[in-house]
């Protein structure tokens, strides 16, 4: 080849990488543009205050889904194109070792997100209900094109995150102020003016811009470990700061948001954070200073409620004990001898070994808990207990399995069980359908539901994952769910590379324990899984570093 061709092959392959990384730049402001206004719309949007807030935040998510990824699938055509077509002469096409490129592009996560995408397709053809299926329950809003958009949060921010810090500023800035907001409502300070002509027990009802307060307490809990993340790891003072100060007002509409839901999510981010800070003495130190900051907001927001209380707000078991309880004031006050003690000792030799066994521990100890309160729930539950025991349980609402339990979860768990066992196996494998869970109930078993329910409409079981292993039967609910373990599990393996990877696993961890109770819904599954994304990006970027 003679040195004029060479010039001008050399010339058209330093153009095709050229336009391929000004479509990768354009792609990565498109994806943070989509993102931020995401952000933005889900936090604050509503057309009339409370009335259907639900519907107005998915309808300005669902424009800005729709906006933001149609101009990020054209770039992103555009992008794919270049790369293409763009290879240099003699080297082998895209297509020569499909496989092999794509184990070294596709994470354990990815996979799942494709798999958790395939079998919810797969689950609208199952399950029959097409229409029900395409944007799901009025209300809800969870049907197939906003799994879809899930995925595209995903991909997008894992391929193109590189604005990264920019849409968690957008999103941390904007829960701060629905977090204050929150604590004002609780104040009964009312700031935005949606208060306006409720009575007390509808205000006892309602938080924040996000409406109802279990869905203003979904996203609390995805928000929250971002922040408490920040102040633990952050090495700039004025970063920590920022992120004390974001933790403290996180925490004090925690204490008060009155669902006891978020007080498992809170279980489950502390002990991701407590197994990472055992690892160093200064982040066990001030993973100390963030349970002081928990006991002493549920203590200062119990005075700053009685200045102006709400007769009509009645506490769920765990708000009452962390507002009102002796023992949360004793916890307090270790909380601030173990500060003090540990700041005396900072400069003694720190036994990393022994504390990360101490981690360890932890998390065994948190999974034996779980275990032995269901097996004493389920003993309980068939009179298998007896004495002191038994009676002591019995005065606790939480050991006595019935109909009632957990708000009246009791009744609706045992019965999607029902329903689920009597599925033909189509459904068992399958589904009925992305957020078809009320239509195919209505169909199956309209008589018992009207039995049990009358006129009621109920639009999934009250535990995200159960809801989805009939809506998108057992493929798609094992899917769906190692999403969030592989995720969680690879971002904690390599937390010392960024520590906004435990953040996105306490995110996604808080999230997997609060929806045990609750469901998918706008003002969380979106920004759990831009989390996901997030964490994806951060190490696909050091997986990069170290080649």
């Not at 990488?17 to 931020?36: F, N, R, T, V």
């Amino acid at each position: 080849m003679s040195n004029k061709v060479k010039k001008a092959q050399n010339k058209k392959n330093a153009q095709s990488a050229s336009g391929q990384e000004i479509l990768k730049i354009i792609l990565e402001y498109i994806a943070a543009a989509a993102m931020i206004a995401m952000c933005l719309a889900v936090s604050f949007y509503a057309e009339d205050g409370y009335n259907q807030i639900g519907n107005a935040k998915f309808a300005a998510y669902r424009a800005v889904a729709a906006a933001g990824f149609s101009v990020f699938l054209l770039a992103g055509a555009a992008w794919l194109s270049v790369r293409l077509f763009g290879r240099k002469k003699g080297q082998e096409p895209l297509a020569a070792g499909f496989f092999d490129r794509l184990k070294e592009c596709a994470s354990a996560t990815d996979f799942c997100v494709l798999a958790y995408l395939l079998f919810s397709t797969v689950s609208v053809v199952s399950g029959g209900f097409y229409e029900d299926a395409l944007w799901g329950s009025f209300g809800w809003n969870m049907g197939w094109m906003s799994q879809l958009s899930f995925v595209f949060i995903y991909l997008a921010v894992s391929r193109f995150g590189g604005h990264y810090r920019g849409i968690l500023t957008a999103f941390c800035g904007s829960a701060f102020v629905v977090f204050l907001i929150a604590v004002l409502h609780r104040m009964m300070i009312d700031p935005i003016g949606f208060y306006e002509g409720l009575n007390g027990s509808q205000m006892a009802q309602f938080l924040s811009t996000m409406g109802q307060a279990t869905w203003y307490a979904s996203y609390l809990v995805v928000a929250l470990p971002v922040g408490v993340a920040v102040f633990l790891f952050a090495e700039k003072p004025s970063w920590r700061i920022l992120g004390g100060i974001y933790t403290a007002v996180g925490f004090a509409s925690l204490v008060t948001q009155n669902s006891d839901s978020a007080y498992f999510a809170l279980a489950g981010f502390m002990l991701v954070f407590f197994w990472v800070c055992t690892k160093k003495r200064v982040t066990l130190n001030r993973f100390v200073e963030v349970c002081t900051l928990f006991f002493a907001s549920g203590k200062v927001m119990h005075f700053l409620m009685q200045i102006h209380p709400n007769p009509d707000l009645e506490y769920d078991f765990i708000t009452a004990l962390i507002l009102e309880g002796t023992v949360t004031w004793v916890l307090l006050g270790l909380c601030l001898i173990l500060c003090v003690f540990l700041y005396v000792r900072r400069n003694r030799p720190y036994q990393a070994v022994r504390m990360q066994w101490v981690g360890r521990l932890a998390v065994f100890a948190a999974a034996a808990v779980v275990v032995i309160m269901t097996g004493l729930i389920v003993l309980q539950s068939r009179g298998a207990l007896s004495g002191g025991l038994a009676e002591t349980l019995s005065a606790v609402s939480y050991f006595n399995w019935n109909d009632a339990w957990g708000n009246g979860r009791g009744r609706i768990w045992s019965f999607a069980v029902r329903v689920f066992a009597g599925e033909s196996v189509v459904h068992k494998l399958f589904g009925v359908g992305p957020d078809c869970f009320s239509s195919y109930l209505a169909a199956v078993h309209g008589e018992e539901m009207q039995l049990l329910w009358g006129d009621k409409i109920l639009t999934n079981a009250h535990n995200e994952w159960l809801t989805a292993l009939i809506n998108v039967g057992i493929f798609g609910a094992l899917s769906y769910i190692g999403i969030f373990v592989t995720a969680v599990r690879r971002y904690l393996r390599a937390w010392q590379q960024d520590y906004l990877l435990v953040g996105a696993a306490a995110s996604a961890v808080s999230y997997m324990a609060y929806n045990f109770f609750c469901y998918q819904q706008v003002c969380c599954t979106p920004f759990v899984f831009l989390m996901l994304g997030v964490g994806e990006y951060l190490l696909r970027q050091a997986k990069r570093a170290d080649k």
